[in-house]
């Protein structure tokens, strides 16, 4: 399935309750191969698609953004991820976005914005947003899930809603024209002038 469907109501609870969790296939730079016949397909057309090639009489597919879903253990998900610091990050890390301006806070959740999985401080003890495809690389034994950015506060996370007003002037302070800009289906942060910008979706972690 699309790493998206973490996002799933269907899905995401039995994630959080470790009864399913993603396979190893992000060794595969996050995306999966499918094999089929090449009978049905002209070599000629595939010679300048980048994700397929053909190979001993079968088209091989790569599918960028799918995973596998699986209750069948396997030993990555065991494997703790090697992190930093807190202030080792905001000092070496790679991301300007981490090294410039360092965690913020979220405006609607008691936690900090973590926006590359690889820039979770290792040493913060409270309550983080990361990026989905952080469950890639999840150890349950390192982290534990503890919610998801999302409307209807399932999880009993948010610490503020926005009101209809505040989501239509939130979107004519960003895209100049009116409409409206859903606030309360992500963690929002306050940035530059004092302005709220969402985030994409996150899942909500803690350190064990």
């Known amino acids: 399935m699309q790493l998206n469907a973490i996002t799933y109501k269907e899905v995401f609870p039995k994630i959080k309750n470790n009864e399913i969790w993603l396979g190893a296939s992000y060794f595969n730079g996050g995306a999966a191969y499918f094999v089929g016949s090449a009978k049905l397909y002209d070599p000629k057309k595939m010679s300048n698609e980048k994700n397929a090639y053909i190979k001993d009489g079968k088209l091989y597919w790569r599918v960028n953004g799918v995973r596998w879903y699986t209750n069948i253990e396997h030993g990555r998900r065991h494997q ?27 405006d609607n959740y008691d936690a900090i914005e973590v926006p ?7 040493d913060f003890n409270g309550v983080m947003g990361v990026p989905i495809s ?35 002037e939130a979107y004519y302070i960003k895209f100049g024209k009116k409409g409206t800009y859903d606030l309360n289906a992500s963690g929002v942060l306050l940035v530059g002038d004092g302005h709220l910008e969402k985030v994409y979706q996150r899942i909500l972690i803690k350190r064990k």
Do not use: W
Request: some cysteine; glycine content about 4%.
């Open 80 to 106: 703790p991820l090697v992190l930093m610091s807190e202030a080792d990050n905001i000092k070496f890390s790679r991301h300007k976005e981490v090294k410039n301006y360092g965690y913020s806070h979220y």
């Open 116 to 122: 590359f999985v690889d820039s979770i401080p290792v």
């Open 134 to 168: 952080f469950l890639d690389k999840y150890c349950p034994e390192q982290f534990e899930i503890v919610g998801m950015c999302e409307n209807e506060d399932l999880y009993g996370l948010k610490t503020k809603f926005y009101t209809t007003i505040e989501c239509k």
